[in-house]
């Protein structure tokens, strides 16, 4: 009988036609509310990387929405089988079924939810290392949300709860300021998740405006010695940063016309000029590489950190004030 955990399994009703497993990455900023839907576009990019094979759902929150969503809400072609494992403890980090399930996966995404719940049961298990193995082998891969959280080598772990751009301007050792890693951490990746490395991810960017907090994450980790440069990758909701092997990335959504979603790409100058407990943050000329959506023939380079196609300006935090 599983233990601590919940497994669903939907298939095809209709033939599929594998094809090649190819890696890739693709990074969603998570749906306004629950769980899908998605960015269809980016679902069927990561079909096609699986070669229409064994596609897992890993996630500590609901049910087989996403198993239902895809045989359902988007057109053919889809995956031969959608597997979903929901934890419910730690417990299920060490079951050989669930071990066994995640190194079969020919496509594997993580769902949103609250990203501790991945660390406090994922980090230090065999469930991490499977993963792993996952990123090492090339298995494309994907995440929203909380999912796209930990598919950065540092992360916004929400131990204490989210934080507020305000809360984290305001002082960037604020309890809820809470970094960790766990996935991007293991040695050996293939890419293109090698080029995650020095990277922090958000999601729900624009939308509830973020930028504040991703300023703070980045002094953080520029401060405390994590790296010496840090740099981010801010999404957008219902838009999607798709990493093909050589690195270059696009962006897509399943926005109206009106109001494109967008990516930015953040390069940090070097320390914070104030980064102290209690104070508010102070950080100068942060790069900012930002790609909308439908612009023509744009990318963004994340091997050598340029793109193209997009908009370049820099961002600033003074004396916990933003500034573009």
Not at 133 to 162: C, H, K, M, W, Y
Not at 277 to 295: C, F, H, K, M
Request: aromatic share 10%.
């Amino acid at each position: 009988m599983a233990t601590g955990y919940l497994s669903y399994v939907h298939s095809s009703k209709q033939p599929v036609q594998r094809g090649p497993i190819t890696p890739g990455m693709a990074l969603l900023g998570g749906p306004p509310a629950g769980p899908p839907p998605e960015v269809g576009t980016a679902f069927a990019w990561l079909f096609a990387k699986s070669g229409w094979g064994r596609f897992v759902v890993i996630g500590a929150d609901g049910s087989d929405e996403y198993g239902r969503y895809i045989y359902r809400d988007l057109p053919p072609p889809h995956p031969a089988t959608v597997e979903t494992l929901i934890f419910t403890s730690r417990d299920a980090a060490s079951d050989p079924t669930v071990i066994e399930t995640i190194r079969g996966a020919d496509a594997l995404f993580i769902q949103g939810g609250d990203q501790w719940d991945y660390v406090r049961m994922w980090k230090d298990t065999p469930v991490q290392q499977a993963i792993g193995d996952l990123l090492r082998r090339g298995v494309p891969v994907g995440g929203s949300s909380a999912g796209l959280a930990v598919l950065g080598e540092f992360l916004f772990s929400a131990r204490n709860d989210t934080v507020y751009s305000s809360e984290a301007l305001a002082d960037p050792y604020h309890e809820c300021m809470t970094l960790d890693r766990l996935l991007i951490d293991s040695p050996n990746l293939a890419a293109p998740y090698a080029y995650l490395r020095n990277v922090i991810t958000d999601s729900h960017f624009h939308d509830r405006d973020r930028m504040g907090r991703l300023l703070a994450f980045l002094a953080r980790l520029a401060q405390d010695g994590w790296t010496e440069a840090p740099r981010a990758i801010a999404v957008d909701e219902m838009t999607a940063v798709l990493v093909e092997a050589d690195g270059l990335a696009t962006v897509v959504d399943s926005r109206p016309e009106s109001s494109r979603g967008s990516a930015c790409f953040l390069l940090t100058p070097g320390l914070p000029q104030t980064c102290s407990p209690g104070q508010p943050l102070t950080y100068e000329n942060v790069s900012v590489y930002r790609i909308r959506a439908g612009d023509k023939d744009a990318c963004f380079d994340l091997r050598a950190w340029q793109g193209r196609g997009g908009e370049r300006t820099s961002v600033s935090a003074r004396q916990g004030q933003v500034f573009a």
